[in-house]
């Protein structure tokens, strides 16, 4: 999908870029958020790219890193 989108010239978005987005609009809620990192991890689908947004994207919800 990556190389679709790159030969097109279409952008692409990450999940947790587009839940920025709508956070930033109004579209969802802080609490949203949380709820939805909270089933990431529940549910052993958190990677890598959603983790280092978790303390960057939306340090505002979540604070800084821990480290």
């Known amino acids: 999908m990556h190389l679709l989108a790159k030969d097109f010239d279409i952008p692409i978005w990450h999940g947790y870029e587009l839940l920025a987005k709508m956070r930033t609009h109004k579209v969802v809620t802080n609490d949203l958020v949380r709820e939805i990192y909270e089933a990431l991890e529940r549910n ?13 994207t939306f340090v505002k919800v979540f604070g800084k890193a821990p480290f």
């Open 44 to 56: 052993g689908d958190m990677t890598a790219s959603w983790n280092k947004a978790k303390h960057t």
